[in-house]
Structure formats: C-alpha cells, structure tokens
C-alpha cells in the first residue's frame, strides 16, 4: 500500500507540480488549498506525511500545525518562502519535524519525505518491541525509553519527539562531541543540507526545557567550531 501524503499549499502550481512528481514516486497524495480544507482531509483518514505550507488562507499553517499536534505525532514537513530564524524557530518549536525553504529542487523533497517518513515507521515498529535498559540518566535528568518521560530535578518535562531523540543521543554518548552534521544524520537519517540553522533551533529549545540557565548550560554543552556534547 502506497505511503498516503497530505499536501496543504494553496499555490496551485506548485501544488500540482509537487503532486505529479510524489505520484510519480508512488506516495498517494491528498491536495488542500486552504488550511481549514487541510484540517478537514486530515480528520477524515489517516496521512503518513503532512507537506505544510505556513502561508495558507482561512487557517495558517502555524494554526493548524498545533491542531495537528494536539491529536497527531504524524510527521510534519513545513515547505514555506517564509525563511527566517525566526519562522523555523515557531514551525519547529510547535512540532514540525523539518523545513525547507521555497524554492527546493524536487530531488530534495523526495529525500526528505522519504527520510521522515522511514524515521516514523522504525519508531512505530520499536515501539511495538520490549525495549532494553528502561531509562537512561545523567545528574539530575531522568529519560524513560519505554514511556518517553523525562524528568528534570523532580519535575516532568514535555520534550517533541525530535528533542526527546537528541538528548537520547547525547546521554548514550556521553562526553563524546558531535557535529551538527553528525546530529542530523543520526536524528533526521538524512544527509546534511547545510540545515544549520534546525538544529540550532532544537538545540536551544532543548536547553530551554532542562536547563536551569540556558545561557549557561549544565547538560548540553556546546564545542565552539565543533558542536556539541553532553558532560563535563
């Protein structure tokens, strides 16, 4: 069964342009003009995939990209001529699991659709297993692998499933430095675009939520001109 793709974008060339060429690569994919179409399409059958445009009428991809996220852990893919820090900060602090910036080649896309896509599925089959060691620490932070709890000096902390993936990468690891190359890799299972500008977002809301001092980081430490590490 073809993975299905729900497409909100209200340009219609560069709806249907995206349309023909997903098609094409076999993904069944539902078009939306307008974000309370998408809404609609989106409570009526299930997507794999949201391609999420921010600039929508009747609904912007902002709103509906946190009515999604209030039912749904389905990956989010924000597609937008809106690039700056600032709009990849808001899209991906609600929940979007990636940005790409108008205009992006169609080689591109499919790579990043299938990425996000195989990332979801192996996380829904391991799910499903007995997991191994149920928790994972580091001072005074608490990660639980079977619930995906974390916890903070006494207090649960709500991460994204992307943050709760980073800093599962940096307690296995241990002072080990990794790159923003490496990180992306290893999270988005994607090669590296120069997407610099994603995981300083993740990064820094990461640090948001379990610092004390985000300004001062106790955990997540950064390597200046290499990256970063958790630990001393």
């Not at 994919?29 to 794999?48: K, Y």
């Not at 005074?140 to 006494?154: E, I, K, M, Q």
Request: proline fraction near 4%; hydrophobic fraction near 40%; aromatic fraction near 8%.
């Amino acid at each position: 069964m073809s993975k299905r793709i729900l497409l909100a974008e209200d340009d219609l060339e560069i709806s249907q342009l995206i349309e023909g060429h997903l098609t094409q690569e076999h993904y069944t994919v539902c078009t939306a003009g307008d974000g309370e179409e998408a809404a609609r399409l989106f409570a009526q059958e299930p997507f794999d995939l949201i391609l999420l445009d921010l600039m929508l009428p009747k609904m912007s991809g902002m709103e509906l990209l946190k009515q999604i996220r209030e039912s749904s852990v389905v990956p989010v893919l924000i597609i937008s001529a809106k690039g700056s820090d600032l709009d990849k900060a808001l899209g991906l602090g609600f929940g979007a699991d990636d940005y790409l910036s108008k205009p992006f080649s169609m080689i591109e896309l499919t790579a990043r659709v299938q990425a996000a896509i195989r990332r979801a599925t192996r996380y829904t089959q391991a799910e499903s297993q007995p997991a191994a060691p149920p928790t994972m620490s580091f001072k005074d932070l608490t990660l639980d692998l079977h619930t995906f709890a974390v916890n903070v000096r006494g207090k649960s902390v709500q991460l994204t499933a992307k943050e709760f993936h980073i800093l599962k990468l940096f307690l296995g690891h241990r002072n080990r430095v990794f790159t923003k190359e490496q990180i992306y890799q290893l999270i988005w299972e994607d090669d590296y675009y120069g997407n610099e500008n994603v995981i300083n977002v993740h990064i820094r809301r990461l640090r948001e939520k379990i610092e004390d001092d985000p300004s001062a980081p106790q955990y997540i430490r950064t390597i200046w001109g290499i990256g970063y590490k958790m630990g001393e």
